[in-house]
């Protein structure tokens, strides 16, 4: 292929449908196809860059290798099509609008009047155009909802794009909701009727609908979508919810969308070669074991705040062929040793340490001999609980007995306090509450 072929991921009805797991699926099975894929996130955000979001707005803040602070969807790309995100993978508003003044500030537009036609929409235009450079396809998933002033910018770019490009080089892809009414036991198109009625407002015809919903939808369901949204019947996909998201790219190949992407873009291959994503779904509908695994962090009560870790420890149970239950363990209770966090450590079965040679690790409870408050630690060692145990942590030392120990035998790196256990061996403590605090130490080597 002489030129880059585009692939416009857009969303609407609602927020967080999955456009990061679309674009990677399909990324995926282009890729599988033999094409050279990358994918770039625009998010329509005014700051510069996730790395000062909270954790709670947004997610966790991925690092790419390059060193950018990115939105969490680039580590999906970097999972599912397993090439490396660069900086130029992932724009925000706040980026692009920083770039076009400093340019102004440098006098690059020779005094003009600067406006978001053209000078804002072409330095989007710009940015897609230099990610494209070497490779087949570029997927560009533009985050938001359709509908929402932040995204208009980056919708008018790609909307502009297309008109520039030749008509073959270009698909927009739509990802929108079916919602299921469950008193009326039918599924609604008309959220997805206005979704892209907003589309066409500003000048963009999807070509493509994927359709988020609970169940398949019937033909007479597609067949309507393709009456009012004005979209091929064979170009409306269904994608009933998974209970992994491993098992998308699959389900859309079912649904046909890298064919009628392909066809669309006047691009031919060979079918996918996807033996290797099937037998890691496989893996994970049949485990040959289960193990729990304790994270203990302090943003617990949003999952994707350490969605990297997550699907770490999934990947690590696939190649294990086991299933991994992680239990979220709130800091704060920790350190506290609230009963709410002592139920919840109960519940885990495996941990590990950075450590050389760690055979096995403990939960267990810690009482000072001088009767203050019980704290609960995790260890690696073998420690005598009918003797005493000299914990070091800093220039303190604290003797206590142990109340008891659930036992574990192997598990995944945590990060959390780290304190020295001076006897019966090299035991590492990896988190302590003293008198409610947490210690915070780094891990030590050896």
């Known amino acids: 292929m002489s030129a880059a072929k585009y692939i416009f991921v857009t969303g609407g009805v609602t927020s967080s449908l999955g456009k990061g797991i679309i674009s990677a699926s399909l990324g995926k099975l282009l890729q599988a196809r033999g094409f050279n894929v990358t994918i770039q996130k625009f998010d329509p955000y005014l700051n510069v860059d996730p790395g000062t979001l909270n954790p709670y707005e947004h997610g966790e803040c991925y690092v790419t290798d390059d060193g950018a602070e990115t939105d ?34 440098r006098g690059d537009y ?31 998933e533009i985050g938001g909802t359709v509908g929402d002033i932040e995204s208009l910018p980056f919708l008018e770019a790609i909307r502009q794009l297309r008109l520039q490009l030749d008509p073959r080089d270009t698909v927009f892809v739509h990802l929108t909701l079916l919602p299921f009414i469950r008193t009326a036991g039918e599924i609604k198109t008309k959220p997805t009727q206005h ?3 907003k589309m066409r407002e500003i000048g963009i015809q999807p070509d493509i609908l994927v359709c988020r919903t609970e169940e398949p939808i019937s033909r007479a369901t597609r067949d309507k979508l393709a009456m009012f949204t004005n979209v091929r019947a064979d170009s409306v996909m269904s994608l009933p919810d998974q209970d992994t998201i491993y098992k998308v790219p699959l ?19 060979r079918e996918p070669k996807l033996d290797e994503w099937k037998r890691i779904v496989h893996t994970l509908e049949n485990p040959k074991q289960r193990v729990s695994i304790g994270v203990v962090g302090k943003y617990v009560d949003l999952a994707e705040s350490y969605k990297s870790l997550h699907e770490a420890l999934i990947h690590g149970g696939i190649a294990n062929n086991a299933a991994v239950d992680i239990v979220y363990v709130d800091a704060a209770d920790v350190a506290a040793y609230e009963e709410t966090a002592s139920r919840n450590l109960q519940q885990v079965a495996q941990a590990h340490v950075p ?16 009767g203050g408050k019980e704290h609960l630690a995790i260890v690696v060692g073998e420690i005598d609980p009918t003797e005493p145990v000299l914990i070091r942590l800093h220039s303190e030392c604290f003797t206590g007995d142990l109340l008891g120990s659930l036992r574990c035998d192997c598990g995944v790196q945590l990060r959390g306090a780290i304190a020295q256990i001076a006897q019966h061996g090299s035991g590492v403590l990896l988190y302590l509450a003293q008198e409610g605090r947490a210690a915070r130490n780094r891990p030590s080597r050896r």
Request: charged share 25%; with cysteine; net charge negative.
């Open 72 to 105: 969490l969807d680039l580590g999906h790309y970097e999972r599912f099509i397993e090439t490396r995100m660069k900086k130029t993978n992932n724009f925000t508003t706040g980026r692009i609008y920083q770039s076009v003044l400093e340019k102004e500030r």
């Open 110 to 140: 020779l005094g003009k009047t600067v406006q978001v036609i053209p000078h804002v929409t072409n330095e989007i235009k710009q940015c897609i155009l230099k990610a494209a450079e070497g490779v087949d396809v570029l997927i560009v």
């Open 195 to 197: 979704s892209v009625m």
């Open 251 to 269: 389900v859309l190949q079912s649904e046909g969308l890298d064919d009628k992407v392909c066809e669309l873009l006047n691009i031919w291959s």
């Open 355 to 370: 450590l050389e040679g760690a055979e096995n690790a403990r939960i267990l409870a810690w009482r000072p001999s001088d």
